[in-house]
């Protein structure tokens, strides 16, 4: 199983950006998705988050301006990312709680390569 995370860019503050995040393989079912990103010199920290029923959860740093959504048909988690600011600047990593198979069933939680977001001010 593999997480493509992709959408990444410059962008000035005040823009947009969306990032997608598909993931591929045998996979039997995704439970939670969730956007986590790293800034330089800082932990990772939790974005947003949806449940398999729908359910969000948001940094409250970033509520109001990001949505995170998925489409369960095509095992893919988004991101759009409204009125970007320059402390948005940062890796963003895709992870998916997922049951999948190869040989046998399994769980994982799985994570994206990560794609950098930088905002300029």
């Known amino acids: 199983v593999q997480l493509q995370a992709s959408g990444g860019g410059l962008v000035q503050s005040g823009g947009s950006l969306r990032l997608s995040c598909a993931a591929s393989g045998t996979i039997i079912s995704i439970a939670g998705m969730n956007w986590y990103r790293q800034a330089p010199g800082k932990q990772r920290e939790l974005v947003a988050a949806?449940?398999?029923?729908?359910?969000?959860n948001y940094l409250d740093s970033v509520k109001g301006r990001f949505t995170i959504s998925r489409d369960n048909a095509k095992n893919t988690v988004y991101l759009q990312m409204n009125s970007l600011k320059p402390e948005d600047t940062a890796v963003y990593y895709c992870?998916?709680?997922?049951?999948?198979?190869?040989?046998?069933?399994?769980?994982?939680?799985?994570w994206g390569q990560g794609t950098q977001v930088t905002v300029s001010s």
């Open positions: 992870n998916a709680n997922l049951r999948a198979y190869q040989d046998s069933y399994y769980f994982a939680s799985q």
């Open positions: 949806i449940s398999s029923g729908g359910g969000t």
